[in-house]
């Protein structure tokens, strides 16, 4: 496996855990409360789709690579 | 004569040397990690109870942002001296240092926190793990940290020498930089959040 491709491989688990880590604050928000858990989901969302766009785009411009 | 298969790939296996020796010295790592979190999961179900929230989720999450950033420096070094890009090659590999020595930076505030509160391996089974998983997880970025700086220093000669060569040595590195912070995309999870 080229670095390219275990490269994608690992943007695509960090995804999975940005929605984990979503889940796991919003659980933690019903549960408990407090505005820390609420911005958490809101940031990790943000980053799983920051780290989605930034996987196609890398994708995209290293296929000649 | 000349060592065969440093730069170009064998037709039967499509590796060259550098590629077939990373990905047998990563198989063993997983071997390694893998253990180490059986013996995790063992202790875990085994206990009576286990403790939770012992640990401090904005570290562990500053430290996973530090570790994904720096996997995308890592793999951007390597695409720079693809492009012959020499610059921004060594720009790139110096930054992945610097957020590596941030990651360690990072964990030394979380020890010390954990040690002044007596929380040290001895105090309970969840924190002989949490030091076990972390602290090797530690010395591989430490590992990391002194190759890509051979890299910017006395290795930087062979680019010169041989520049192919040197390009399929930094996508090395970049892999096994790739399976630390895998590693710690496992860890932070479980440790952490479970």
């Known amino acids: ?65 | 004569m000349e060592i065969p298969y440093i730069v170009e790939t064998r037709a039967d296996t499509g590796l060259n040397n550098v590629k077939l020796g990373i990905w047998l010295f990563l198989a063993s790592e997983v071997m390694l990690f893998g253990a180490l979190f059986s013996t995790y999961i063992i202790l875990r179900v085994g206990a009576p109870e286990w403790p939770r929230g012992e640990l401090s989720v904005i570290f562990g999450a500053a430290n996973t942002i530090i570790l994904i950033s720096s996997s995308v420096t890592m793999v951007m070094a390597w695409a720079s001296l693809k492009m012959h890009a020499w610059g921004k090659h060594r720009f790139y590999l110096l930054v992945t240092v610097g957020l590596a020595l941030f990651f360690l930076v990072n964990k030394f505030f979380e020890y010390a926190e954990h040690v002044g509160k007596h929380e040290i391996p001895s105090y309970n089974t969840f924190f002989a793990i949490y030091y076990t998983l972390t602290g090797l997880h530690g010395l591989h970025i430490v590992g990391g940290i002194v190759v890509m700086l051979y890299f910017l220093g006395p290795g930087a000669k062979l680019a010169k020498k041989n520049p192919d060569q040197f390009t399929n040595r930094i996508e090395a590195t970049g892999l096994y930089w790739h399976f630390v912070d895998l590693v710690w995309i496992f860890l932070f999870p479980v440790l952490y959040l479970l």
């Open chain 1, 1 to 65: 496996m080229s670095l390219r491709a275990f490269h994608l491989l690992f943007i695509a688990l960090s995804v999975i855990l940005t929605v984990f880590f979503a889940v796991w604050a919003g659980a933690q928000y019903q549960s408990a409360g407090g505005a820390g858990f609420a911005l958490a989901v809101v940031l990790s969302l943000a980053c799983g789709v920051a780290l989605t766009v930034y996987g196609t785009a890398f994708q995209r411009k290293t296929r000649r690579l």
